[in-house]
């Protein structure tokens, strides 16, 4: 008896932990296609680049952040893809990242879960000069990833429904 509810035991902890990778293979091969789909969205633009940030949603508010740097007056596009959200959240593109107490909020979008979104560094730069006087262009961006707290996650042993992950792609005009 003891040696059948031992074998099943095992066999259990087997099963579970292979769907566990199974799902988190899933969850990477998707984040390779949303990818593809977000680089899609830059046409005619050139790929630049990707930066694909993962998180869990937890019972608090969290807020990562990305930078990126634009160079010599070119225009650059950045596509968001956020098919790989269980829950929205909140983009923020600010001209100086978050320990600076005088940066500006240039753009602001939710709705983001399971959509893509594309914007225009020629869009950032023009709020940018209307927000601040005597302003020229940026030179920089920080995108702001707001995670809203989501109640009952687990915080220490966060569940596949509570991984998330924004993809974003950018490219710059020829």
Do not use: C
């Not at 990562?64 to 007056?73: A, Q």
């Not at 909020?105 to 979104?117: D, V």
Request: overall charge positive; cysteine-free.
């Amino acid at each position: 008896m003891k040696k059948t509810l031992t074998t099943l035991a095992i066999f259990g902890l087997v099963v579970l932990f292979a769907q566990t990778a199974s799902n988190l293979t899933e969850f990477k091969e998707n984040i390779a296609t949303q990818k593809a789909e977000a680089k899609d969205e830059l046409k005619p633009y050139r790929f630049d680049g990707s930066k694909v940030t993962y998180f869990n949603f937890k019972t608090y508010k969290q807020t990562k952040e990305v930078e990126i740097y634009l160079f010599n007056n070119t225009d650059y596009r950045f596509s968001f893809n956020g098919k790989s959200l269980p829950n929205d959240i909140t983009i923020q593109i600010y001209d100086k990242d978050k320990t600076q107490a005088n940066r500006v909020l240039l753009t602001e979008f939710n709705g983001i879960q399971g959509k893509n979104k594309v914007i225009e560094s020629s869009a950032l730069n023009e709020a940018y000069k209307s927000k601040k006087s005597n302003a020229t262009r940026l030179k920089r961006v920080f995108v702001d990833y707001v995670i809203p707290a989501t109640p009952g996650a687990e915080n220490k042993k966060p569940t596949m429904k509570e991984r998330g992950a924004i993809i974003l792609v950018m490219g710059y005009k020829n």
